[in-house]
Structures are given as structure tokens and as C-alpha cells.
């Protein structure tokens, strides 16, 4: 996985490419140490208000506080839950290096 920009604009339902990717990238990467797959999750599990996350998966710049606060919040089915935890012990490695 690349670090190019991940665009989270209105267009066409991705959701289920993402959670494809997503869940090939952690058969791959279970760490998530790619910020790529960490900002896919990100972007992926996020809501309106997460502002910390959005900016994490629109540009990849981290407020590593800010995002385990919101990630804490976050409520997702069972089968994200991994989801989360590989994004929380992303953001815990690597901190605003992403």
C-alpha cells in the first residue's frame, strides 16, 4: 500500500471496496504499521464530528491524543472491532509521524 491521499469526497459508495482492503490489510499487516491501512480504517470508521480521524485519513497528519480520544468513542459492529484496535496501536506506535 501506497501513502498517496485518500479522498474521502461524495461519489460513488466505496464502503465495500474499503472493507475488502481493509480487512486484506490487516490478514497482511495485522499491526496496521502502514499508514495507509491505518488511514483507510480511520476513514472508514469515522463519523462527522471525528475531527482528529478525518484529518488523519484526509491527510495523514496525526494528533495522536485527539484520535484515541475519538477512537474511544467510536461504537462499531463485532466484526470491525479488530478495526479499531489496529488503529489504536497505530496511532500509539507512531504517534504524528504518520
Known amino acids: 500500500m501506497n501513502s498517496s491521499t485518500i479522498t474521502t469526497a461524495n461519489g460513488p459508495d466505496q464502503s465495500d471496496k474499503a472493507r475488502q482492503l481493509i480487512e486484506l490489510g490487516l490478514a ?3 499491526e496496521a504499521r502502514s499508514a ?3 488511514r483507510l480504517i480511520a476513514a472508514s470508521v469515522r463519523s462527522a464530528h471525528h475531527h482528529a ?3 488523519f485519513a484526509d491527510t495523514g497528519e496525526l494528533d495522536a491524543q485527539s484520535a484515541l480520544d475519538e477512537l474511544n468513542e467510536l461504537r462499531v459492529p463485532l466484526e470491525q472491532e479488530g478495526w479499531l484496535d489496529a488503529l ?3 496511532i500509539l506506535t507512531h504517534g504524528g509521524r504518520s
Open 28 to 30: 497482511m499487516d495485522p
Open 53 to 55: 480521524l478525518r484529518r
Open 36 to 38: 495507509t491501512l491505518a
Open 88 to 90: 489504536g496501536r497505530h
